[in-house]
């Protein structure tokens, strides 16, 4: 079957950035499944994908505005130490999980300046040009319940079916 809303897609793919650089990639391990149409992968790599098939290769390049989006100065903040309760060691570059009006965003201290901390709340591959390497393994159908929940099951899914 050829590749549309509502399939599950398994496939390979290797990310690399602007300069060349390999940012990740799924080969040599478990290909990486998604449900299409659900926004569980970006919209640039989502589009390319619609109308392939099994066994399909493509390299796409996507612009910001349909990876990861562009830097918005918004989302830098700068709040107190005492946010960040039960963490010792604290340095530039760490990650958290954090709660935004926008859901749940990883966060990335960006400054240490005594107990004021800044921290980036953009995307670390925002403003970022990506191409996918893609090799489309398998093409399905969801099941209705993968559809009621909005993502597979499979191996990986902690609430069975
Ligand atoms: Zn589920």
Redesign the pocket.
């Known amino acids: 079957m050829k590749i549309e809303n509502n399939a599950v897609i398994e496939m390979h793919y290797t990310l690399t950035n602007k300069t060349g650089e390999q940012l990740d990639s799924s080969v040599g391990q478990q290909p990486l499944a998604y449900l299409h149409g659900a926004g569980n992968i970006i919209p640039g790599l989502e589009n390319a994908l619609t109308g392939k098939s099994a066994g399909d290769k493509l390299t796409v390049t996507i612009e910001p505005e349909d990876a990861y989006g562009t830097r918005d100065d918004e989302k830098i903040q700068v709040v107190g130490k005492e946010m960040f309760t039960g963490i010792d060691n604290m340095e530039v570059g760490m990650q958290f999980q954090a709660d935004s009006s926008a859901g749940p965003a990883i966060v990335t201290i960006a400054k240490i300046d005594g107990d004021e901390i800044t921290i980036d709340g953009n995307h670390p591959l925002a403003d970022e040009q990506l191409t996918f390497d893609v090799e489309v393994i398998e093409v399905r159908p969801a099941t209705e319940?993968?559809l009621?929940?909005?993502?597979?099951?499979g191996e990986a899914?902690d609430?069975g079916?």
């Open positions: 319940t993968e009621e929940h909005g993502h597979i099951h899914c609430h079916e």
